[in-house]
């Protein structure tokens, strides 16, 4: 098995592929819209943006800036790691302030269909993610 390197070119695209490609993540863009930018600092690789776009009818993960952004998440790499591999509970990261979030939070909520559609996804990439 491949291994890939945790929030690296080749981990967003395959991730973005996995995300095109799920269906139930598609019938969730018929209903919701949501874009997301997520910055992690302080990693190898340096800063990392990377957003997820959903609505009309699709879904797309890739690097770079959501547009429209409707919520901007920033965290360490520590923290990022930490969430990834279920060392640290996102929520409690939020509380804890190591994840800033900015935007508008009841769209979150809202769309939570999405984001639990969205870790079925991440299941299948995490098994061949190295998160050093």
Known sequence: MRVIRYLSLEWLDELGRAVESHERLGELAQHHEI???????DGPEGTVTYHLQV????????????????????????TAVAVATGELNAQEAFIGGHIILVG??????????VFAALDSVFSTVREKTDYR
């Open 35 to 41: 874009g997301v930018t997520q910055i992690v600092t």
């Open 55 to 78: 609505g009309d009818g699709a879904a797309v993960f890739g690097s770079g800036i959501a547009d429209p952004e409707h919520v901007r998440m920033t965290q360490s790499w520590e």
């Open 104 to 113: 508008d939070q009841q769209r979150l909520v809202d769309t939570q269909e």
